[in-house]
């Protein structure tokens, strides 16, 4: 069974400056998926960005960005240059190969960012 | 305008009662899913659909069933409610029902037990 565990529950933060969250995750699986969701105010869930475990290379889109540390089980989330419409509850997430959009999720960091 | 609509957005339900939970999605995808948020515990898988065919099922009571009367559409019913199953409820959709696909979600259904 996987397992997901983000540690931090809540981080505030001023606007611009860079935040970073924590995932660690617990498969058997060789090969897997690894996400980042938000989940907004308005209870709204958007995906984020992927990390594919077979891929060295860290993922980036727009201003997220990842730390993989396969050995570590590690996948953080890196957010540059925060806005205050990033405040949202972000969830990690992972999904073993050929487990069919079976995602387990992390109980989720609160992100404030305040001006 | 919200691409997977669930309705209805808000309900309390009387212990022992049934409700049905209704999802369409207008994105075109062909795996449509269910998901559950509860306070206790985190966002959490229990139906996949591909093609209108249960792919599966992780919800361990037999009271919850899922209905895809059309390919975009995949209703949940749960029957004989508990308080426990107050909860909020997602449905999602994918492109298709592979690994690796994006997850979007619809607005949830949030779900009171009384």
Redesign the interface.
Known sequence: AQKVTQTQTSISVVEKTTVTMDCVYETRDSSYFLFWYKQTASGEIVFLIRQDSYKKENATVGHYSLNFQKPKSSIGLIITATQIEDSAVYFCAMEPHNAGAKLTFGGGTRLTVRP | DPKIIQKPKYLVAVTGSEKILICEQYLGHN?M?W?RQSAKK????MF?Y?YQKL??N?TASSRFQPQSSKKNHLDLQITALKPDDSA?Y?C?S?QG?????????G??SRLIVV
């Open positions: 795996a899913y998901y985190p966002l959490e898988f996949s591909s792919m599966d992780q909020t997602f999602a994918s029902g592979a690994s690796g696909n994006t997850l979007y979600f607005e949830g």
